[in-house]
């Protein structure tokens, strides 16, 4: 038998539902609808680092903007794999915007791991809202930690799927 590789193996997986796809972009655009709310509630709150609220709020709109462009037609993958010029214009957009959002989340890094932990009683030298630094920092956090669990499950699969790799090798040599 000839040997195949273990990635062309793997099939395309199915589109999810309307109702799945519904209730996934809620849920992802809850959490800027929170960074715009918070940011702006807050935002002359953090003398110590004023953009800690201008980073929720940009950081919120952008993330809003993008996931409510991802709903348009115009960014779905036809099926027969033509693309159209509006398809391009809206993957050129979302790339941008995503990039955009990449840097804004380095500098965002910046500004709020620099001060850690701030003085949180008003009138203070230091001084920055508990509520706007503690949900930008955990906000930012978890990115960190949504990473390496992605990073360490593709590990994971990549290492299963070596493994299945050669057990199949194996297999093909005894017949």
Same mark, same amino acid.
């Given at each position: 038998?000839?040997d195949? #590789?273990?990635l &062309? /193996? ?5 589109k ?5 796809l519904?209730?996934?972009? $809620?849920? %992802? ?5 929170? &960074?715009?709310? $918070?940011? *702006?509630i ?7 680092q004023? =953009?800690?609220?201008?980073?929720l709020?940009v950081?919120?709109?952008f993330?809003?903007?993008l996931g409510?462009l991802?709903?348009?037609?115009c960014?779905q993958?036809p099926?027969d ?6 398809? !391009?214009?809206c993957t ?5 915007v ?8 380095? *500098?965002? #890094? $910046?500004?709020?791991? !620099?001060?850690? &932990?701030?003085? =949180? ?9 508990k509520?706007? =630094?503690l949900? *930008?920092?955990?906000?930012t956090?978890?990115? =960190? ?10 590990c994971c ?7 299945l790799?050669?057990?199949?090798g194996? *297999?093909? /040599?005894? %017949?």
């Amino acid at each position: 038998m000839e040997d195949r #590789n273990l990635l &062309q /193996n793997i099939r395309k997986p199915p589109k999810p539902s309307t109702p799945v796809l519904i209730i996934s972009k $809620i849920f %992802v655009i809850v959490l800027p609808i929170a &960074q715009v709310s $918070i940011g *702006a509630i807050h935002l002359h709150d953090c003398p110590v680092q004023p =953009y800690i609220p201008i980073y929720l709020l940009v950081s919120g709109v952008f993330a809003l903007v993008l996931g409510l462009l991802s709903c348009l037609p115009c960014t779905q993958e036809p099926d027969d794999g033509t693309h159209s010029p509006l398809s !391009s214009l809206c993957t050129t957009w979302n790339s941008l915007v995503s990039l955009f959002l990449f840097c804004w989340f380095i *500098a965002g #890094n $910046i500004w709020i791991y !620099s001060i850690y &932990q701030p003085n =949180y009683i008003s009138g203070k030298e230091q001084y920055c809202d508990k509520t706007l =630094y503690l949900f *930008a920092f955990w906000t930012t956090t978890l990115v =960190y930690i949504f990473l390496g669990i992605i990073f360490l499950g593709g590990c994971c699969m990549l290492f299963c799927m070596c493994l299945l790799g050669k057990v199949s090798g194996n *297999a093909d /040599n005894d %017949v």
